[in-house]
């Protein structure tokens, strides 16, 4: 997984270094001085080659420092890119250990059951269903189940917005539909 992280990461930041235009005049717009898209780009390190900029920013990474987010310098704060991501992190963990919870257990209930009784009408079924339920994309199962189980049945949300502050069991529920979609895919 690191490996394939790391070849990702070349890929990404070598196909960036082919984009036309500058990236500093883009961010400070046509209007920029030359002063100004001088000092912009020495203060981002940009003047340095693309391979010293690339070793900085794993060893950054590595060091936990992932860099400082452009998206808010517009309103005058700087952000970390880590205080973006950490709290989505934190949510699809949330979202993985409730899914590995359900399936699992299911996984291994349904194959061990489908093995001991072979080549009968529940072996067949099973087989049926996982090949069913993996052949379709994520998204369509994801939106079978908020017709079935949000609009027509359960009343489940069909919209969730989990924050930090969310309670546990209310965020247990409004992580059901995701978690069935994932363990759908993942029990085949």
Same mark, same amino acid.
């Given at each position: ?10 890929? @990404? ?7 036309? $235009? =500058? *990236?500093? /005049?883009?961010?400070? %717009?046509?209007? +920029?001085?030359? #002063? ?18 690339? @070793? ?7 060091? $936990? =420092? *992932?860099? /400082?987010?452009?998206? %808010?310098?517009? +309103?005058?704060? #700087? ?16 979202l ?28 067949r ?12 994309p ?12 949000s ?38």
């Amino acid at each position: 997984g690191l490996l394939t992280l790391f070849v990702v990461s070349i890929i @990404i930041f070598s196909s960036l270094q082919f984009l036309p $235009g =500058d *990236f500093a /005049t883009a961010v400070l %717009g046509q209007a +920029a001085t030359p #002063e100004n898209v001088a000092a912009f780009r020495e203060e981002l390190g940009l003047n340095e080659p693309a391979v010293t900029r690339y @070793i900085q920013w794993v060893a950054g990474v590595v060091q $936990g =420092d *992932f860099g /400082t987010s452009f998206s %808010g310098r517009s +309103a005058g704060r #700087e952000r970390e890119v880590m205080e973006l991501i950490a709290p989505r992190m934190w949510n699809t963990l949330f979202l993985a250990s409730m899914t590995a919870i359900i399936a699992v257990p299911l996984a291994l209930a349904l194959g061990i059951t489908a093995a001991l009784y072979r080549n009968s009408l529940y072996d067949r079924a099973i087989n049926a269903t996982t090949l069913t339920t993996i052949s379709f994309p994520e998204f369509f199962v994801a939106y079978i189940l908020i017709l079935l189980f949000s609009q027509i049945f359960f009343g489940f949300p069909s919209l969730a917005n989990v924050t930090s502050d969310t309670p546990f069991w209310e965020r247990v529920e409004k992580c059901i539909l995701p978690a069935m979609t994932l363990t759908l895919v993942i029990v085949a």
